[in-house]
Structure formats: structure tokens, C-alpha cells
């Protein structure tokens, strides 16, 4: 199946920093998402990208579908930016289940 | 904004009970997945659900595990005599999937306790 590698595994952030975390797998997908896991556990879509660019306020995301791999920047970080993001995909001979990598694990400290 | 929801938040059980986990999709989703989270791992893929059959499953998903669509609102994941290792974060997702929009959305999570 699909293979789905983040990095970097782990992110520690001074507030008010700015940062890149990468997604790269290894197929084809028709869908790619990005995710926000808070401290309680629960998964926060931040972005459905499977290309192109989107802005959403301090967040920004950027898939390179030819070249696999997909970039999730956080600007102008907040403590509330703390917890794990996953990139999650769905490759084009794979249904609409997504793979999630192994996600990156970010503390924005004050 | 719709939402996917999913009771109970938090669910403890003995070892080798019975558990129920329950989850409401977005109404006009026609795809319905269970996921699953062990603590401090990456999210994974249990079984897809579409027009009242499983479209998709994993090799977790064995007679362990069963999902059932009872009526026009819920979408349940049931789990047999429940074991030590199911202990784990339970993620619902519905998805609409027509046309080239396929976004996932997930619901809160039920974490299942097994003691």
C-alpha cells in the first residue's frame, strides 16, 4: 500500500517562530489532508489539499502531487499551534481510506 | 456546521465484554469509516462502509470486529469480547466522495479503556 513518511518527527518552537513540516509518500493520490490531533485527542481538519496551494489565516499548505510530496507552514506560531499534525492520504488504486503518517509532534513554547 | 459525533467520549470495559461504539455522520454523507488510534501510534484504518455494506477492511478488522448501519442517522462499530491491546482512541469519518470532492471528516473520538 501507500507509504505516508512526515517529518520532522518532533518540532519545538519559540512563540512567534515560523515553521515547515513535509509529508512525502510514495503513490499517486486523489486525496491528501492535513490534520491538527489538540491535547484532547481530537483530530481538527486543517486542510484538504491533494494539490495546488491553500491559505487558511496563519496556516498554509502546498501539495506537489508529481513530485509527492506536500508542505504544511505554520507562521507567527501560538502555544495554542501545540500538539501533533498528521498528513493523511488516499492513493488513486486504494478507495477512499486514508493512510496517516506518522505525524509531527509540534510544542510552541511562550 | 455539520459534524460528525460519536458516543461515548470515554468507554471503559472489562476484558472479554462487549462494546458498542456510535457515531452519527454528516447527513448527506454516503461513506462511513472506523479508524483506530493506540495511544502515542499514527491513526489507522479499520473498515470502510458504503450503500449498507463494507466496501473496505483491514487485516485488523477480523470477526472481532463488526459495523452496522441500524437505521437512517447511525453508523456502530462493535467489538467482541474485547481484549487488553483494543484499548485505543476510536475515530468515526463520513465522506460525501461524488464528483472529485473526497475530504474526510472526523469525528471527537471515543477512547475505549479495556481492564
Known amino acids: 500500500g501507500i507509504q505516508v513518511e512526515q517529518s520532522p518527527p518532533d518540532l519545538i518552537l519559540q512563540e512567534g517562530a515560523n515553521s515547515t513540516l513535509r509529508c512525502n509518500f510514495s503513490?499517486?493520490?486523489?486525496?491528501l489532508q492535513w490534520f491538527h490531533q489538540n491535547p484532547w485527542g481530537q483530530l481538527i481538519n486543517l486542510f484538504y489539499i491533494p494539490s495546488g496551494t491553500k491559505q487558511n489565516g496563519r496556516l498554509s499548505a502546498t501539495t506537489v502531487a508529481t513530485e509527492r510530496y506536500s508542505l504544511l507552514y505554520i507562521s507567527s506560531s501560538q502555544t495554542t499551534d501545540s500538539g501533533v499534525y498528521f498528513c493523511a492520504v488516499s492513493g488513486k488504486a486504494a478507495g477512499n481510506k486514508l493512510t496517516f503518517g506518522g505525524g509531527t509532534r509540534v510544542l510552541v513554547k511562550p | 456546521e455539520p459534524e460528525v459525533t460519536q458516543t461515548p467520549s470515554h468507554q471503559v470495559t472489562q476484558m472479554g465484554q462487549e462494546v458498542i461504539l456510535r457515531c452519527v455522520p454528516i447527513s448527506n454523507h454516503l461513506y462511513f469509516y472506523w479508524y483506530r488510534q493506540i495511544l502515542g501510534q499514527k491513526v489507522e484504518f479499520l473498515v470502510s462502509?458504503?450503500?449498507?455494506?463494507?466496501?473496505?477492511k483491514s487485516e485488523i478488522f477480523d470477526d472481532q470486529f463488526s459495523v452496522e448501519r441500524p437505521d437512517g442517522s447511525n453508523f456502530t462499530l462493535k467489538i467482541r469480547s474485547t481484549k487488553l491491546e483494543d484499548s485505543a482512541m476510536y475515530f468515526c469519518?463520513?465522506?460525501?466522495?461524488?464528483?472529485?470532492?473526497?475530504?474526510?471528516?472526523f469525528g471527537q473520538g471515543t477512547r475505549l479503556t479495556v481492564v
Open positions: 462502509f458504503y450503500n449498507n455494506e463494507i466496501s473496505e
Open positions: 469519518a463520513s465522506s460525501d466522495s461524488r464528483g472529485l470532492i473526497a475530504e474526510a471528516f
Open positions: 503513490d499517486s493520490v486523489n486525496n
